[in-house]
């Protein structure tokens, strides 16, 4: 099955080529643009870790070493296209459009957090494992119903392929010809339960055989297989030649959330041993500095803009007021029915609100 | 004669992964089952160290799928094996919701009594712990509410390993809650090895003539600050913790309101189809002369569990309880 589905390359860990198909649009505007939204999804994605521990936000989620799987996919999707995130995937929906400042306020347990920006169809992230593969075929079909050509991407982990969801959204995509990219995100682990644990496939894009639909394996630390890939399966979506299943193979270097331990479940020393070899931001530069597209100077600058708007986004964050309690009640339903307006007069009333 | 029975000071949590340990010792049948159970010890660690001790044929990292670890363990369960099955929470339980409303709690019913299935499952539940979305969910009724099911939730260490112990030996499938505001707020002394909290039993925490406070779970904490508070304001409150939601204990429900004439329930689940609603039923059953005011509850809302900025709003607190009693008091 390794060799069915060969781990797609088009730069090696060392910034070399190893597929040159697309050597004519990979240019250093692509380039310098990738390499920004990787780095200021790593900034962020850091400062995440930093706000919890300092207790300024709740629980968060961290991806680092997952930035190319999901900044060259989020790349690939063009607008009024749907995006499906888990918990995970803030590099892709700061990539597809939503604020730092929105993804600070969900991780500070704010339900803001969760409004798409305007214009934007990003759905709010996924909690229950899988259940998103299934909204994302719906707005793919409903797509495909209306007559245009957008598509959905969803994003989920190698975990996820093992609830039935998976399996329900793979099959109605491909009864349906559904326009949707399933973009799974093997990073080995899901919490402390190992791919090996989790399944005897050797790969995950082998399950698409299943359903007769296109599977691709890449490398996913590789921010150009992950873009000119996925982007061919969302031209493949608009064309209405079905979906694709897409398995990315990264890492991720932290916790699983920042409750979790991962040195009870597997080697951390191994772990960051992958930030000198395999690291996607760090092979990236290497590709620069062969192509004679580095310079130091403009690589400070941007970590510093960068830090700057990050900082930015926590200000606003922090300054956001805080919410009130009628959010509780009033969005239940278009209108509030007799019971919880009740609820609602009598919680105002125990305050002395009312 | 009495015989002096060696106690260790444990946390809920603890003494969860205590009862079980206990279990799978006297029974080689007894096995655990769940994501993150082994290797890890659980989420919460309510399973470590169980699989460097019983080997990892009896503790099982499973494949992340809900229903696919109650679904096996009905088939377990039903073919000589008492699993232990955990959901890492019980706002993840609903994709195993069919296989425990179909199979699990009728199995029985439907072979008249051939086939049984003898399994516990096990979730920790509850808001207050500035969790991320989803994972606050207290759907207890959507069990209670189904035929076949047990319930219960303990609110301390003691009770949390004697219920375990019972449900682990009870007969039929028994839903397992654990508060996971609970887990480690208080050390409790808890006996070494075997003994049993019985299911379908509830505990006076707390006498007094004037109301009967019922909660369960998390809610005993806040209740027991109400009655403090009652207290000095010279309202003596009879404190039931519930334990078991299904079967509710009727008679200490009964004896109780028949005594103070007045009650407040309290639970943090929505108050629309709630424990509540059971509970004043039974009220109304046993004890309607008796009353001398309208039962008051005091509830969730019937609205999803906020993100965690709003949570505290959602859940009950000491001051509406504290309200509550006194307007039965008044009434
Ligand atoms: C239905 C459901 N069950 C359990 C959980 C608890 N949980 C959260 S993340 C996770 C592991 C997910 O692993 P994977 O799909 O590989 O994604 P990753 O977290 O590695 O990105 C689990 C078990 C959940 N969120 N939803």
New binding site residues.
């Given amino acids: 099955m390794e060799k069915l589905f060969p781990k797609l390359q088009i730069i090696n860990e060392n910034g070399e080529w190893t597929d040159e198909t697309y050597r004519g649009e990979i240019t250093e505007e692509l380039t310098k643009e990738l390499y920004t939204k990787m780095l200021r999804s790593r900034l962020f994605d850091r400062k995440g870790v930093n706000l919890q521990r300092q207790g300024r936000i709740g629980t968060y989620v961290p991806f680092e070493g997952q930035e190319a799987s999901q900044i060259g996919s989020a790349l690939a999707m063009g607008e009024g296209d749907w995006m499906f995130p888990?918990?995970?995937d803030h590099a892709a929906t700061m990539t597809f459009g939503h604020s730092l400042k929105t993804l600070f306020l969900y991780w500070k347990g704010r339900q803001e957090g969760c409004i798409p920006p305007e214009g934007k169809n990003i759905f709010p992230p996924a909690?229950?494992?899988?259940?998103q593969l299934l909204h994302a075929t719906g707005a793919a079909w409903a797509e495909k119903l209306k007559g245009t050509d957008r598509a959905s991407i969803v994003y989920?982990?190698?975990?996820?392929t093992s609830?039935g969801d998976f399996h329900e959204g793979l099959n109605f995509a491909s009864v349906f010809n559904a326009p949707v990219v399933f973009f799974n995100?093997n990073?080995g682990?899901?919490?402390s339960v190992p791919i090996e644990k989790q399944m005897k496939s050797k790969t995950i894009a082998q399950k698409a055989v299943a359903y007769e639909m296109e599977g691709v394996r890449l490398d996913g630390n590789d921010v150009f297989a992950v873009y000119f890939h996925t982007r061919t399966a969302v031209e493949r979506a608009r064309k209405g030649e079905g979906p694709t299943l897409i398995e990315a193979v990264t890492w991720?270097y932290g916790a699983?959330t920042t409750a979790d331990d991962p040195s009870k479940y597997r080697n951390q020393d191994e772990s960051a041993t992958r930030r000198e070899t395999t690291d996607p931001v760090l092979r990236l530069e290497r590709f620069m500095k062969n192509e004679n597209m580095w310079d130091e100077k403009w690589a400070t600058e941007l970590q510093e803009s960068l830090t700057a708007e990050i900082e930015a986004a926590v200000k606003e964050m922090e300054e956001t007021p805080a919410p009130h309690y009628n959010d509780v009640f009033d969005h239940v339903f278009a209108e509030n029915p007799w019971p919880i307006e009740s609820q609602k007069e009598a919680y105002a009333h125990s305050r002395g609100d009312r | 004669m009495t015989t002096a029975v060696d106690t260790k000071k444990l946390t809920m949590v603890q003494a969860v992964t205590d009862g079980m340990r206990v279990m799978m010792k006297e029974q080689e049948n007894v096995i655990v089952l769940g994501?993150?159970v082994g290797q890890n010890g659980g989420v919460f660690r309510a399973t470590d160290g169980l699989v460097a001790e019983f080997g990892d044929h009896r503790v099982i990292d499973t494949p992340?799928a809900?229903s696919g670890i109650i679904g096996t363990s009905i088939g377990l369960a039903m073919n000589g094996f008492k699993p232990i099955a955990e959901m890492?929470?019980l706002g993840?339980i609903y994709?195993a919701f069919n296989q425990i409303m179909t199979h699990a709690s009728r199995i029985r019913a439907r072979t008249l009594g051939a086939f049984t299935v003898p399994m516990v499952i096990r979730a920790p539940f509850g808001a207050g712990v500035r969790a991320p979305e989803?994972h606050s969910d207290s759907v207890e009724a959507l069990f209670t509410g189904m035929p076949g099911m047990k319930v219960v939730v303990p609110s301390n260490p003691y009770d949390a390993k004697g219920m375990l112990i019972s449900a682990i030996e009870d007969p039929d499938p028994v839903l397992f809650l654990e508060p996971m505001r609970c887990y480690r707020s208080t050390k409790m002394d808890v006996p070494d090895g075997k003994y049993n909290v019985p299911l379908g039993k509830a505990a006076r925490l707390q006498e007094g003539d004037d109301v009967t406070i019922f909660a369960y779970g998390a809610m005993i904490d806040v209740v027991t600050k109400a009655a403090k508070t009652a207290e000095e304001k010279g309202i003596k409150c009879d404190v039931i913790d519930l334990r078991t939601l299904y079967p509710l204990d009727k008679e200490m429900i009964a004896e109780s309101v028949q005594k103070t004439g007045r009650a407040v329930i309290v639970h943090e689940a929505p108050g629309t189809g709630g424990l509540g609603e059971t509970i004043m039923s039974l009220i109304n059953d046993t004890s309607f002369l008796y009353m001398k005011a309208p039962v008051e509850r005091v509830t969730g809302f019937d609205t999803p569990v906020p993100m965690f900025a709003l949570e505290d709003h959602y859940l009950p607190s000491a001051e509406r309880v504290v309200q509550a009693i006194e307007k039965v008091t008044q009434f």
């Fill in positions: 888990t918990y995970r909690v229950p494992i899988a259940s989920f982990g190698d975990g996820a609830e995100q990073n682990f899901a919490i991720r699983h | 994501e993150d992340l809900e890492q929470f993840f994709p989803i």
